[in-house]
Nanobody, 119 residues
Framework: QVQLVESGGGLVQAGGSLRLTCAAS????????MGWFRQAPGKEREFVAA????????YYGDYVQGRFTISRDYAKNTIYLQSNSLKPEDTAVYYC????????????WGQGTQVTVSS
């Protein structure tokens, strides 16, 4: 089992920045891919970014357009999502997720953290 706890969400004005944090526990993450997803009211959950714990290869959703950066901290077993130039359409609940490399689905999810961007 992998436990994931997100933090760092909040209310920010358009053009502002937030850093989301996801603290992981329960397993060694060397074989995992860690990701961020988001879900806005009335919309389907969408992929934001992911990172391979070993090697640090990163992946991003098309709409990120260089505004978001995913990173990890080995010592703290934590991943981050640095979100810059935020737009009102970035308003959503952001979820941290983990999947074993090679698995088809992300099998572990955090409880989510709300990000609200005002215009």
């Amino acid at each position: 089992q992998v436990q994931l706890v997100e933090s760092g969400g909040g209310l920010v004005q358009a053009g502002g920045s937030l850093r989301l944090t996801c603290a992981a526990s329960g397993r060694t993450l060397s074989s995992y891919i860690m990701g961020w997803f988001r879900q806005a009211p009335g919309k389907e959950r969408e992929f934001v970014a992911a990172i391979r714990w070993s090697g640090g290869i990163t992946y991003y959703g098309d709409y990120v357009q260089g505004r978001f950066t995913i990173s990890r901290d080995y010592a703290k077993n934590t991943i981050y999502l640095q979100s810059n130039s935020l737009k009102p359409e970035d308003t959503a609940v952001y979820y941290c997720a983990a999947r074993i490399s090679g698995a088809r689905e992300f099998g572990y999810w955090g409880q989510g953290t709300q990000v609200t961007v005002s215009s």
